[in-house]
């Protein structure tokens, strides 16, 4: 099957700990996202990568990091400077030499507890 | 790309069609308009892409009016499990990686 993995679907963290939400996926897409959603709100761009070893800021980059050293990985990490992470984290990618538009992930719920 | 605007809600009747605007007033020639849904607790769907005929496929309709500033989405005979947000953007397929924006989309609510 064909498609995106994030895992875990949820996740709890302490308050002061880093955390690293997984993506991978199998599309052979060139593009991925990491987007936030908060309860009733909708998708905000944290960041994207077009390519290996590239990566830019979103809308909401602080307190929050990637990597992207192989094409069918993108790593988001949640670090302790991100003052209120508790949120649904969502995965995307994205065919840039195709017309047709994002395939997103399950989503990672995130907690602190 | 262009910034798109939907209202917040919306109700429609099972079996009933829902028709779900979305007004894209500064959309340019080379970008088409895209439309997503998102169930609770999941990750959002497409649906269906157009840039300026009509489409169709086994989910929805896609309206584009000829100017292309508005479009509207058909749900032809709408179910419970319909009841999602809809999200309506327009994206350019120059290749480029740049952002979109995802609004608030539409909370469509099915009732029986």
């Known amino acids: 099957d064909g498609g995106i993995t994030q895992s875990p679907k949820y996740l709890f963290r302490k308050e002061g700990q880093n955390v690293t939400l997984s993506c991978e996926q199998n599309?052979?897409?060139?593009?991925m996202y990491w987007y936030r959603q908060d309860p009733g709100q909708g998708l905000r761009l944290i960041y994207y990568?077009?390519?290996?070893?590239?990566?830019q800021k979103g809308d909401i980059a602080e307190g929050y990091s990637v990597s992207r050293e192989k094409k069918e990985s993108f790593p988001l990490t949640v670090t302790s400077a991100q003052k209120n992470p508790t949120a649904f984290y969502l995965c995307?990618?994205?065919?840039?030499?195709?017309?047709?538009?994002?395939?997103f992930g399950s989503g990672t719920r995130l907690t602190v507890v | 790309d262009a910034k798109t605007t939907q209202p917040p809600s919306m109700d429609c009747a099972e079996g009933r069609a829902a028709n779900l605007p979305c007004n894209h007033s500064?959309?340019?020639?080379?970008?088409?308009v895209y439309w997503y849904r998102q169930i609770h607790s999941q990750g959002p769907q497409y649906i269906i892409h157009?840039?300026?005929n009509n489409e169709t496929n086994e989910m929805a309709s896609l309206i584009i009016t000829e100017d292309r500033k508005s479009s509207t989405l058909i749900l032809p005979h709408a179910t419970l499990r319909d009841t999602a947000v809809y999200y309506c953007?327009?994206?350019?397929?120059?290749?480029?990686?740049?952002?979109?924006?995802f609004g608030s989309g539409t909370q469509l609510t099915v009732l029986p």
């Open positions: 500064t959309i340019s020639g080379n970008e088409y």
């Open positions: 995307a990618t994205l065919n840039l030499q195709g017309r047709y538009g994002y395939t």
């Open positions: 599309l052979n897409h060139d593009a």
């Open positions: 990568s077009q390519i290996v070893n590239d990566f």
């Open positions: 953007i327009v994206r350019s397929t120059s290749g480029s990686a740049r952002q979109l924006t």
């Open positions: 157009g840039l300026k």
